[in-house]
């Protein structure tokens, strides 16, 4: 399509979430008429920055999802932050603080670093020394392949078996051999380049960054950039159902509206684009619904700070031992959203692995927190928000799926988002810029 050619059809986006908010971006820059469904009241799905007063009332907030971002130099994210002109600060949260991994009843290192590498538990000598061949494994990655076996052919079986799992579920919040490369397409691509450790090196280092306002000012900018155009954004919109019209157009159906569009972008959780798609496309939607979604249960609270850990921590925490708790992370003490003298903590417990009972409340959680983290003094505030299905499970064989589902999809019907391109925010960008440059509408 020209998009010089007159006023072009609409073309209607469900889901403001990131993955909605970029695709629709995108497209706007491209000329195209767009119209954005939110069924919330608020932009930003899981990347959205809450408020949350401290102890006295002081303005003090929580990232919902995402505390900060991992931002490759010349990546589609840095180029779509450029674009949005954020003013972007390195961010204090963990990864220049003290990094650890719970393991065999202590603390540890994260093996992540060259000192905790040397350092960190249930590796021998020679097995960390497999670690160095590295850059000589078989290059033969397929995006059906687990992580599990990726990191077992890349690494050796012993980190996979000993260390992948804390690394893992601090990440994904499941067991490596559950989860599919597609998870997490970076992988593929630093073996593409040599591996991981070489293709890290030519493809330039992954900054840590957080705009000023918090991740959810991502949202926020992008929402705001759409609705200089009158009309476009609309919240608490929820698209009901599907209706195909002739010619390929369809009608979607919200509470007492509808509105006919050429072209349909389902930027939705699986499970919300599986409902809308049975009547229209049942194998696709039958596909949808089989991805499984993870709760996750996230804990924040405040601390008196402790010496050392002024710059953030991250603490991850082997599965099997942490009992359902996966690990925790914290802003450093002068990040702008915490309230100033105090430190704030993220918990996070759950995803595909069971919660002990006693890990149901705060008083269990802080317990065992303090098991790993003994410093940890006592809560001065505590908050739960939990994430309801906040993680697709893409499993070893989703790749396979997810083609599937865009074989089958009718045509002016489109699907994105975490399912398809995986959870991170760095995969999200790239897969919506990809597609919006190669979309055929
Ligand atoms: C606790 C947590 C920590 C995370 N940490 C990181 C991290 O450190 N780094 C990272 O890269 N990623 C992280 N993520 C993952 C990342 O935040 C998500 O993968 C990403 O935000 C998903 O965006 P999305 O737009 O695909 O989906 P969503 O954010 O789920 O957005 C979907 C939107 O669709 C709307 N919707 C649903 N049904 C309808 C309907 N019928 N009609 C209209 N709208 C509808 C929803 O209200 C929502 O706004 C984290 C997530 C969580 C929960």
């Known amino acids: 399509m020209d998009p010089h050619s007159g006023p072009p059809p609409p073309t209607l986006v469900l889901g403001a979430g990131l993955s909605g908010l970029m695709a629709a971006w995108h497209l706007h820059h491209r000329g195209f008429a767009i119209e954005v469904w939110e069924g919330s009241p608020a932009v930003g799905g899981w990347a959205q920055t809450l408020p949350w007063p401290g102890p006295q009332g002081e303005p003090g907030f929580l990232e919902r999802g995402p505390q900060s971002l991992r931002v490759a130099q010349d990546a589609p994210l840095e180029r779509l932050l450029r674009n949005l002109e954020l003013d972007l600060r390195p961010s204090p949260s963990s990864p220049r603080g003290p990094r650890w991994l719970g393991r065999a009843g202590a603390r540890h290192p994260s093996p992540a670093t060259l000192r905790g590498l040397a350092r960190a538990p249930g590796l021998t000598f020679l097995q960390k020394l497999r670690l160095l061949g590295e850059p000589f494994a078989s290059a033969a990655s397929h995006p059906d392949e687990s992580l599990q076996a990726f990191f077992a052919r890349r690494l050796g079986g012993a980190f996979a078996r000993e260390w992948l799992p804390a690394l893992v579920a601090g990440i994904l919040a499941a067991p490596p051999e559950r989860i599919g490369l597609s998870a997490l397409p970076r992988l593929s691509y630093l073996e593409r380049c040599g591996g991981l450790l070489l293709g890290s090196l030519r493809s330039g280092p992954e900054r840590t960054r957080l705009p000023a306002g918090g991740v959810g000012a991502l949202a926020r900018a992008l ?49 919300a684009a599986a409902e809308l798609l049975r009547p229209v496309a049942p194998e696709a939607s039958e596909l949808l619904d089989a991805i499984p979604r993870l709760d996750l ?44 003298g105090l430190m704030q903590v993220r918990t996070y417990l759950g995803g595909a692995y069971p919660i002990d ?62 399912d398809r391109f995986g959870p991170g925010i760095p995969d999200l960008a790239e897969g919506t810029e990809t597609w919006a440059r190669g979309a055929a509408i």
Not at 234 to 261: D, Q, S
Not at 325 to 336: E, K, N, R
Not at 358 to 368: K, R, S
Not at 369 to 393: D, I, K, N, Y
């Open 223 to 271: 929402a705001l950039a759409l609705d200089k155009a009158p009309d476009t954004l609309h919240l608490n919109r929820a698209a009901r159902a599907l209706e195909p019209l002739p010619g390929g157009r369809w009608r979607v159906h919200g509470e007492g509206l509808a509105r006919e569009a050429d072209q349909v972008i389902l930027a939705l959780p699986s499970a």
């Open 357 to 418: 009972a006693a890990l149901e409340t705060w008083p269990g959680v802080a317990a065992e927190l303090r098991r790993w983290l003994p410093e940890l003094p006592e809560a001065v505030q505590v908050r739960e928000e939990s994430c309801p299905g906040a993680f697709p499970l893409l499993e070893p064989g989703h790749g396979t799926r997810a083609a599937r589902i865009l074989q089958i999809l009718p045509p002016g019907l489109h699907w994105l988002g975490a």
């Open 297 to 340: 249960r996230v804990w924040h609270s405040r601390h008196r700070p402790v010496p050392g850990w002024e710059r953030g921590f991250g603490l991850l925490v082997h599965p099997p031992e942490g009992r359902g708790l996966l690990g925790a992370v914290s802003f450093a003490a002068d990040d702008p959203r915490g309230v100033p």
